[in-house]
């Protein structure tokens, strides 16, 4: 992997990341921009103990564009894009709309490919290694920057997920706070480790989960599967085997199988509902150890966590969509339509070709 960094005309830095060494990237951003102007904050909510990231500039943000003004597609000629060269590998940047900026964190936009109708599952073992090795490159710059405690790295895709861009990319959240939902986890697993005088409880979820019916998919390094309490239609948790905190603790074995694991798994992802229907829109999102100090989550360090990725649709079945309503979006609890068991063996039937 060759990592150039340069800028763009506002001042945001651009990194390419090239399976090549020998490709020289030296493209200059041709467009008329001005600095972007941010104006995110964080709040926290006095009741219930959580962040809010107030970003009122997003609202003129990029909605819809036609494809042949897709600002995520290399620049040709005088069709000007936020990537300044005629074509690329892997592509991060600042995001020029971010929701978290400054001492509030930081938001990056992560290009998967140069083909815009292309998807994650369409990428070769080689460009899908290329994408994990740049998260690990981002995870291991941005915990560096003092206002950031945890990082984020995930995907949305389709349009019924809210995605605005139609290009194949993710993005990359820098929190300047640990999130609530790995906060969860960190109190589980405190209260877990003092009740068994020790235990991992997340080894001895995927223990339990290793041993049952709802495995989807098993190499020798990771294992995927649909959790007990899946909260969505179709779920599915992919663990390396070996604990590790975060990304930056893959071992080489691991980084070499992911793409063949993962690939697979997003393919079965958009056979789901069967032949004919549109692609599965999902949220694919890595959750690693914060970075900051965890003495709220006493006799937890960052080597207890457990890194892994959620995958999961918003689709419940052929051209109907799981809605969060009240009992979801008021009170936090979720009802599933769907039993994890029939999700696992639907996911276990479908071909990935």
């Known amino acids: 992997m060759k990592k150039t960094s340069t800028r763009l005309a506002d001042g945001?830095?651009?990194?390419?990341?090239?399976?090549?060494?020998?490709?020289?990237?030296?493209?200059?951003?041709?467009?008329?921009?001005?600095?972007?102007?941010t104006t995110s904050e964080v709040r926290r909510d006095p009741l219930l103990g959580d962040s809010v990231a107030i970003a009122s500039h997003r609202q003129g943000r990029t909605y819809h564009p036609p494809k042949d003004e897709c600002p995520l597609c290399p620049s040709q000629g005088e069709r000007l894009s936020?990537?300044?060269?005629?074509?690329y590998d892997v592509v991060v940047f600042e995001n020029r709309f971010p929701s978290l900026?400054?001492?509030?964190?930081?938001?990056?936009?992560?290009?998967?490919?140069?083909?815009?109708?292309?998807?994650?599952?369409?990428?070769?073992?080689?460009?899908?290694?290329?994408?994990?090795?740049?998260?690990?490159?981002?995870?291991?710059?941005?915990?560096?920057?003092?206002?950031?405690?945890?990082?984020?790295?995930?995907?949305?895709?389709?349009?019924?997920?809210?995605?605005?861009?139609?290009?194949?990319h993710g993005q990359i959240y820098a929190y300047p706070f640990t999130t609530p939902r790995t906060a969860l986890m960190l109190r589980s697993l405190?209260?877990?480790?003092?009740?068994?005088?020790?235990?991992?409880?997340?080894?001895?979820?995927?223990?339990?989960?290793?041993?049952?019916?709802?495995?989807?998919?098993?190499?020798?390094?990771?294992?995927?599967?649909?959790?007990?309490?899946?909260?969505?239609?179709?779920e599915v948790h992919l663990y390396p085997k070996r604990r590790v905190p975060d990304l930056l603790g893959l071992d080489e074995e691991a980084r070499t199988e992911f793409p063949q694991v993962y690939?697979?798994?997003?393919?079965?992802?958009?056979?789901?509902?069967?032949?004919?229907?549109?692609?599965?829109?999902?949220?694919?999102?890595?959750?690693?150890?914060?970075?900051?100090?965890?003495?709220?989550?006493?006799g937890v360090g960052r080597d207890d966590f457990a890194l892994h990725l959620e995958l999961f649709t918003i689709r419940r079945t052929s051209g109907k969509l799981k809605f969060l309503a009240g009992s979801e979006s008021g009170m936090n609890v979720f009802i599933n339509d769907i039993r994890p068991e029939a999700a696992a063996q639907r996911l276990r039937e479908v071909a990935s070709s």
């Open 190 to 234: 405190a209260a877990h480790k003092d009740a068994t005088g020790g235990e991992n409880l997340f080894d001895a979820v995927l223990e339990s989960e290793l041993a049952g019916e709802r495995v989807v998919l098993e190499g020798e390094h990771w294992v995927a599967f649909v959790p007990y309490a899946a909260h969505w239609p179709y």
């Open 12 to 37: 945001r830095e651009l990194i390419y990341y090239d399976l090549r060494d020998d490709t020289v990237r030296d493209a200059v951003d041709r467009r008329p921009l001005e600095r972007t102007v």
């Open 101 to 168: 900026a400054g001492d509030s964190g930081r938001c990056e936009v992560v290009c998967f490919t140069s083909d815009h109708n292309a998807s994650f599952a369409d990428l070769t073992q080689e460009q899908a290694r290329l994408v994990l090795d740049a998260w690990t490159d981002r995870t291991s710059e941005l915990s560096h920057l003092p206002s950031v405690e945890q990082v984020f790295c995930f995907e949305n895709r389709g349009a019924e997920i809210g995605v605005t861009l139609g290009h194949p």
């Open 82 to 87: 936020e990537i300044p060269d005629s074509s």
């Open 263 to 298: 690939l697979e798994l997003l393919k079965r992802f958009d056979r789901i509902f069967g032949e004919g229907e549109p692609p599965t829109p999902y949220i694919a999102a890595w959750h690693q150890a914060p970075f900051g100090a965890l003495e709220d989550f006493e």
